[in-house]
């Protein structure tokens, strides 16, 4: 791996920098429960696929009250309107709760914009069902809490064809569709609430150059303030740099290999497989997302090892579906903190010595 290696932070009283914390985060942070009659069905036709999906989550603003201090988000283009306002699913339900679930408004979804569901006709009731309504409600707790620390948004796009579905997403290697996503991010988030690739490269020659050599912002400098991830595969990626090196005038950080102009986080899914690897782009400077669970498999077997490898790597966000206070349909009492049922501590692989943090 092309990694350099900065100082420790926190020695001889260096300030904290924003990737010198350890949070604990939700994945699909925007899901809500999939109705008794689809879940009937979808156990019906796959068993497996109906246990990977049987968790749901608060409203993001309860999350962050929980202390969550990274999110997810899935979104789906929809520059016409209407695209994702009839879904296969609502057919399965009796004619008095069509339209009227939680978490799916028919009359919010005829409008253009990028929507928010985890599976289109399957799995698509939302805590918030528009990205512009999810940065909103962020945004909202943001300003209310304005000494948090720095909030992390994953933006996931799964924009590829699907043979399952009756909906198809709309690709989103388009230039004029990642404009709009643009917009849409710095109409939710204007001015300096987010932290962005231009804020962090400042006058070094690439986004990696400054991550690896002059580090992020100060944590002081971050509190309050809010940082995005696109999560999306190769094609999109590089559409989204095309034009923009470094990501120059993006508001979005990507995830791009390691070595590259743009790369300054990434995702690493297994830290029980992929532990080392972690804990050496963190000791470099990079922010590094992981995951302590997945597919309900961890939490059916109480099992936390992946969550106190998830903890040793350093991985700046450690994501679950089983926060504290997470609803728990399967009662199975779960719950994924960081040692001693914090939610939020200095990072164990970057920071020396003694050391308190203020959520």
């Known amino acids: 791996m092309a990694l350099l290696a900065p100082a420790v932070a926190g020695a001889a009283g260096a300030p904290l920098r924003m990737n010198d914390i350890q949070v604990v985060g939700s994945h699909n942070s925007f899901k809500a429960q999939i109705p008794a009659p689809i879940m009937a069905q979808l156990r019906a ?15 993001l603003a309860a999350q962050l009250d929980a202390g969550v201090r990274q999110v997810e988000i899935d979104i789906f283009a929809d520059p016409a309107g209407g695209r994702y306002a009839h879904p296969a699913g609502e057919a399965l339900l009796p004619a008095d709760q069509q339209g009227k679930g939680p978490g799916f408004d028919p009359a919010v979804m005829v409008r253009p914009g990028f929507k928010v569901l985890h ?68 109409k939710a988030l ?17 986004l990696a150059d400054a991550v690896h050599r002059r580090g992020w912002p100060t944590l002081a400098a971050a509190r309050g303030r809010i940082f995005i991830l ?72 109480h099992d936390l090892a992946k969550a106190r490898a998830a903890q040793d ?7 679950t579906d089983y926060y504290p206070g997470a609803p728990d349909p399967l009662g199975l009492g779960f719950v994924v903190t960081l040692p001693g049922g914090t939610m939020a501590r200095c990072n164990p692989v970057r920071v020396a010595g003694r050391c308190t943090l203020a959520p």
């Open 119 to 186: 599976i289109p006709d399957i799995d698509y009731h939302a805590v918030c069902p528009t990205l512009v309504s999810c940065l909103g409600e962020i945004d909202r707790w943001s300003r209310a809490h304005p000494r948090h620390l720095p909030i992390m948004i994953t933006i996931n796009a799964a924009d590829s064809a699907d043979s399952r579905l009756a909906t198809q997403p709309l690709p989103l290697d388009n230039a004029a569709l990642l404009d709009q996503l643009d917009g849409e991010i710095r």
């Open 230 to 301: 696109f999560d999306v595969r190769p094609a999109v990626s590089d559409a989204y740099r095309m034009g923009h090196p470094s990501l120059r005038g993006r508001p979005m950080f990507g995830w791009y290999p390691d070595g590259q102009p743009e790369s300054a986080i990434q995702i690493v899914q297994d830290p029980l497989v992929d532990g080392a690897r972690i804990k050496a782009l963190v000791k470099a400077g990079v922010i590094v997302r992981t995951r302590t669970d997945a597919n309900t498999q961890e939490a059916r077997a």
């Open 190 to 206: 204007p001015g300096r609430r987010l932290i962005t690739p231009d804020e962090v490269r400042g006058d070094a020659s690439t």
């Open 45 to 59: 036709r796959d068993a497996k696929l109906a246990q990977a999906l049987d968790y749901y989550h608060l409203p």
């Open 313 to 319: 790597s350093g991985a700046q966000a450690i994501s």
